[in-house]
Structure formats: C-alpha cells, structure tokens
C-alpha cells in the first residue's frame, strides 16, 4: 500500500522560512515523480514543485528562486525548501506520487495523495 505523509508546516511571517518533508511507503523514487501541490479553499489545486525519477526538478514560476524540491531516497522522503515566504504562499500544502513516465505538473496525473499540512504566512 502506497501512503504518502506530508508535515512540516505552520505559522510563519513573511520572508521566513520552512521545510516541508513527505515520507513515502509503498514506493520507490524510481519508479514514480513526486509533487507538491497547493490549495486555498475554494480556489483549486495548483502544483508548486515536482521532482522526477531521473531527478529533475520543476517549479511553478510564482515559487521559482524560492522553493526547492529535494529527495532523500534512503529515507524514501521528499522535501520543499521555502524560502522568502510571501502572503501569497499562505496554503494547504499536498504531496502527490505519479507513475508516469514523464514528470508532470499537473493533478490529474498524480495516483496517491498525502493528507495536507498547512502552511501560514502572516505580515
């Protein structure tokens, strides 16, 4: 059974910092890309960062130079860097695994979700 478990978030103010961790089960980094995903209430869900099984990384434009996607596969866990830390960022933070060949920034294409952890920029 695949399980994905995200943590890391909280309150911060603007121009802080956290680290948001996924630990995977049921998985390896090999055979799937993992993402970062976002979400306001009522707005939808919008990916932030992925990163694929040959280990490129992608990033959406609005977190780029701020956010960084990393892997640790000994301990099967995927991390998000965020760095300057705006308003705008304030979110419900997802992660996701995809079996797909090529890495993709889109939802749909993503197989297991992990519950989300919210994450708070204040001024």
């Known amino acids: 059974e695949v399980q994905l478990q995200a943590s890391g978030g909280g309150l911060v103010q603007a121009g802080g910092y956290l680290r948001l961790s996924c630990v995977a089960s049921g998985l390896s980094f090999d055979d799937y890309a993992i993402g970062w995903f976002r979400q306001v209430p009522g707005k939808v869900r919008e990916a932030v960062a992925c990163?694929?099984?040959?280990?490129?990384?992608y990033y959406d434009d609005s977190v780029k130079g701020r956010f960084t996607i990393s892997s640790d596969h000994a301990k099967i866990t995927v991390y998000l860097q965020m760095n300057n830390l705006k308003l705008g960022d304030t979110a419900v933070y997802y992660c996701?695994?995809?079996?797909?060949?090529?890495?993709?920034?889109?939802?749909?294409?993503?197989?297991?979700w992990g519950q989300g952890t919210l994450v708070t920029v204040s001024s």
């Open positions: 996701a695994g995809s079996r797909l060949q090529v890495a993709s920034m889109s939802p749909d294409n993503y197989d297991y």
């Open positions: 990163i694929a099984k040959d280990g490129a990384t």
